[in-house]
């Protein structure tokens, strides 16, 4: 598959089938993302993969903590706060087509619950990744988090396997940074769901746009 292949067939997957990958597969696929860049080489990633009784423990953890009513403990502001504009317009648009994938009205606010919580259940997905970064580094850093994930899921995508990058596997962190044995001085950034999509889920039919290159990249020229 090439570059352009895997970018266009990428996409986030929120139903997964109930197969194990392959651990030397995982395990090629972050060795390979090894070569992802980052200002002055400093690698500022640390990943936790989790499978099996560990997933496990950790989803049990995060979904008894919101059946619970505890408050969320990010460690970065969530992506979602203090959207405007057409912002807050492409993430609401989103979310209609998610629910009206699975019939679901977004009055019906006891099933927009259930949806959400699937985030937490890692969507079904039998592996997990968090990724975290030493606490006393900068936004620069965090731009190199977000390269390595995007090669992370581009290698994925080229192997036959599905992802999904969650901010919301950050919300939770402090059972999480236990019992998936994160360093104390490292910050949660986001989390990755991954493993085989179920393609006969209607919530992985649904689609959603992109802006216009031309509303987003200025090509200059002249002065």
């Given at each position: ?122 969507f079904g997905a039998p592996h997990a990744a968090f990724f975290s970064m030493p606490k006393t580094m900068s ?85």
């Amino acid at each position: 598959m090439n570059l352009n292949d895997a970018i266009k067939q990428r996409r986030s997957v929120r139903a997964y089938q109930d197969k194990q990958v392959d651990p030397e597969l995982i395990r090629k696929i972050f060795s390979d993302a090894q070569d992802s860049p980052s200002n002055c080489n400093t690698q500022p990633w640390h990943v936790v993969v989790v499978s099996g009784a560990a997933r496990d423990a950790v989803e049990q953890s995060m979904v008894s903590d919101i059946m619970a009513g505890k408050t969320p403990t990010p460690h970065f502001t969530p992506g979602d706060q203090n959207l405007k504009d057409e912002y807050r317009k492409r993430q609401i648009d989103c979310a209609i087509s998610l629910y009206d994938s699975v019939g679901v009205k977004y009055e019906e606010k006891d099933k927009r619950q259930q949806l959400m919580l699937r985030n937490w259940q890692f969507f079904g997905a039998p592996h997990a990744a968090f990724f975290s970064m030493p606490k006393t580094m900068s936004e620069i850093n965090a731009v190199d988090m977000g390269i390595y994930l995007q090669t992370v899921m581009l290698l994925m995508t080229a192997n036959g396997l599905a992802s999904c990058p969650q901010g919301a596997l950050a919300m939770y962190t402090d059972k999480v940074q236990e019992l998936a044995n994160i360093p104390e001085n490292h910050a949660i950034m986001f989390g990755l769901s991954f493993g085989y999509a179920d393609e006969s889920n209607p919530i992985n039919q649904f689609e959603v746009g992109r802006a216009n290159v031309d509303d987003l990249v200025e090509f200059i020229s002249e002065v």
